[in-house]
């Protein structure tokens, strides 16, 4: 049965959240991979799955340095907690990246996590990315866009 977090519970996982930002725009790879469990999975949709720690830092690495610089910012946190050692958080995303030809690139979408306590603290257990929009990124061949869109009631 699921139930709201404390307020101990819920700072420690915006905790998670925020310092994903923070270190996806420092470009602390090695520090990033440390807030996802050993075998999490990032989605980016359209059946793109990351798995496990050490693809993930890899995907960092390669993906960061396309950028010279990034800003990612997320709002409108909810958590809920599925037991006492699993949540699920939801947050609005905005992402914009500069490219190393001067342009630039953004997405605005929704990142739907699962989390899991190690018994010290939280970690990513999978991430699932969608966006409503985003402009001046390329799209992968066989696609019909950069980032799967979320999926809408209407």
Do not use: K
Not at 58 to 76: E, P, V
Not at 114 to 131: K, P, Q, S, V
């Amino acid at each position: 049965m699921s139930r709201p977090p404390t307020e101990t519970e819920r700072h420690e996982i915006e905790r998670v959240l925020f310092a994903y930002c923070d270190l996806v725009d420092r470009a602390h790879v090695d520090e990033l991979a440390e807030l996802f469990t050993d075998d999490a999975v990032i989605d980016y949709g359209y059946d793109r799955l990351i798995t496990g720690r050490e693809q993930i830092r890899g995907l960092f690495h390669d993906r960061l340095a396309r950028y010279l610089g990034t800003s990612h910012h997320a709002s409108n946190v909810t958590v809920e907690l599925t037991d006492d050692t699993a949540a699920i958080a939801s947050s609005a995303v905005y992402a914009w990246h500069r490219l190393p030809n001067g342009d630039t690139a953004e997405v605005w979408g929704r990142y739907d996590d699962e989390l899991a306590h190690d018994g010290t603290t939280w970690r990513l257990a999978r991430r699932t990315i969608r966006a409503a929009g985003w402009q001046g990124f390329e799209v992968p061949d066989g696609l019909p866009g950069p980032f799967e869109p979320i999926e809408r009631g209407v």
